[in-house]
């Protein structure tokens, strides 16, 4: 089910201080799509998510879920969050520890009173498919942290809700358990076709679980896109810098080519990618990521965007060193094969990627 986000704002008060949470958002979130909000603490993501529950009331705007508008401030609407056909799974999961994994599960579905036999079937149907099947007397305190969101996510799935909606679900876990959990979510969302809307921090996650991502800044909207747009080809330099490792430099439009857009930058003339909407002359921000730069040896002449730049650090992170390059006193970020013979100090000759030179417009 589609939603629709209409000029949502809201602000907070708090010692006396205004806090704007949300400024003017328009988004719609297509039907059937992991849709992740990802951007720093405090940007918005948990208000905005509670405002598509139903648990936060905007200031002003309109909220539409599928055909259904679900708030609005002019037209008078408020529809209560259980009435939205929506479920949320919470970064604590919110399980009852009290009660076994059957009762945590069939909770939804009891509130509703539906019958034993309907509840039975639905739970087991539920279980089956989130692989805790034969767990169901199992108090909820004796299951681990990834079993545990597991339970969660079946609480949240049982009801067959229209949206389903995650607030930070893995941030409890550690990292291999969060990796994981991570490949087992995707495909299990995947598979049910089901809306999902997902808020998180953390970019692996966003970029590895979602059909789209929205950046979020001060609560507002910077930019929406695929996985792979938001990475390879961001517009914004502040969604470049969030998503991954950017080397971010300064320069002028010199010449546009068939192929090439030419920049003079502060470590030289570079080839990059072509972009629709710059001309000659114009000031530009090219940003190029490390696993685009590439050591070269021997030979280089034949070639284009090679700099020379010296080694200023070297950190060995396992599958490469992380080195810093000074070109011309620029700073760069790349990386090196853990393999490869430099040390600091080192003078060598890096290729720029010149499809991998992006340039970005805001
Ligand atoms: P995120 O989920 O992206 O970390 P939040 O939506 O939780 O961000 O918060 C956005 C901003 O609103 C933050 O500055 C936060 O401190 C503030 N905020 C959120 N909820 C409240 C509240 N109930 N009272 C006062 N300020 C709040
Ligand atoms: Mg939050």
Redesign the pocket.
């Given at each position: 089910m589609e939603i629709r986000i209409k000029s949502v704002s809201k602000d907070?008060f708090?010692e006396g201080k205004k806090?704007k949470?949300l400024s003017n958002v328009d988004l719609t979130i297509p039907a059937n799509q992991i849709f992740t909000l990802l951007?720093p603490?405090?940007?918005?993501?948990?208000?905005l998510l509670r405002c598509i529950v139903g648990l936060e009331t905007p200031d002003s705007g309109e909220i539409a879920i599928g055909e259904e508008i679900v708030w609005s401030k002019e037209k008078n609407i408020f529809v209560p969050p259980e009435k939205r056909g929506l479920s949320m799974v919470f970064q604590t999961y919110a399980i009852w520890p009290h009660m076994t994994v059957f009762d945590n599960v069939a909770y939804p579905l009891q509130t509703r009173k539906e019958s034993k036999e309907e509840i039975r079937s639905k739970v087991e149907k539920t279980l089956r498919f989130v692989q805790l099947e034969g767990f169901e007397n199992r108090p909820a305190t004796k299951l681990s942290g990834g079993q545990q969101q597991r339970v969660a996510l079946a609480r949240a799935l049982v009801p067959e809700p229209k949206v389903i909606l995650f607030d930070e679900p893995l941030s409890n876990l550690d990292a291999k358990l969060r990796e994981e959990t991570r490949k087992e979510l995707r495909s299990f969302l995947t598979e049910l076709k089901i809306t999902a809307v997902y808020?998180t921090h953390d970019r692996i996650e966003a970029l590895s679980l979602s059909d789209a991502i929205a950046v979020m800044k001060d609560g507002r909207m910077v930019e929406i896109g695929t996985p792979k747009k938001i990475y390879f080809g961001s517009d914004h330099r502040f969604v470049a810098d969030f998503i991954g490792q950017a080397n971010l430099i300064n320069g002028k439009v010199a010449a546009i080519e068939d192929s090439y857009t030419i920049v003079d930058s502060s470590i030289g003339t570079i080839s990059c990618q072509k972009s629709p909407d710059t001309s000659v002359g114009n000031a530009v921000t090219l940003c190029i990521r490390p696993e685009f730069i590439k050591v070269m040896e021997g030979d280089t002449s034949e070639e284009i965007n090679i700099f020379r730049g010296r080694v200023e650090s070297l950190l060995f992170v396992g599958d490469a060193y992380e080195a810093e390059i000074i070109i011309k006193a620029t700073r760069l970020i790349i990386r090196i094969e853990p393999t490869a013979i430099v040390e600091e100090g080192d003078e060598i000759a890096l290729a720029f990627d010149p499809d991998h030179c992006f340039l970005l417009s805001k």
């Open positions: 907070f708090s806090i949470a951007g603490s405090g940007c918005g993501k948990t208000t808020v």
